[in-house]
């Protein structure tokens, strides 16, 4: 099993910065990337960014590029999401999660994540 928590939600303004983070535990020497979502009330969770936990290649949603930058720190164990210019449309849970799949085009797709996190809110006002 793996624990996954996230830290680091909370409420600002539109154009501010929020840092998430993720902290990992458990078995998780299997994991093969770590990926962050996200889910607006009324809406399906959806990809927001991931990492390769083994070569540190990153990926992004189109609507995140150019703000958002995910990062991971081996030796603690965990990600992070670096969130800029944030806009109200960004407002949601955000998921971390893990997962144990090897082809790297299954990173975007929630369904192969097998460990995820309780999430943490993220409000952004207008």
């Known amino acids: 099993q793996v624990q996954l928590v996230e830290s680091g939600g909370g409420l600002v303004q539109a154009g501010g910065s929020l840092r998430l983070s993720c902290a990992a535990s458990?078995?998780?020497?299997?994991?093969?990337?770590m990926g962050w979502f996200r889910q607006a009330p009324g809406k399906e969770r959806e990809f927001v960014a991931v990492?390769?936990?083994?070569?540190?290649?990153?990926n992004y949603a189109d609507s995140v590029k150019g703000r958002f930058t995910i990062s991971r720190d081996v030796a603690g164990n965990s990600t992070s999401l670096e969130m800029n210019s944030l806009k109200p449309e960004d407002t949601a849970v955000y998921y971390c999660?893990?997962?144990?799949?090897?082809?790297?085009?299954?990173?975007?797709?929630?369904?192969?994540?097998?460990?995820w996190g309780r999430g943490t809110q993220v409000t952004v006002s207008s």
């Open positions: 999660g893990a997962t144990l799949v090897l082809s790297s085009y299954l990173f975007l797709r929630k369904e192969t994540y097998s460990y």
């Open positions: 458990g078995r998780t020497f299997s994991r093969t990337a």
């Open positions: 990492i390769n936990w083994n070569d540190g290649t990153t």
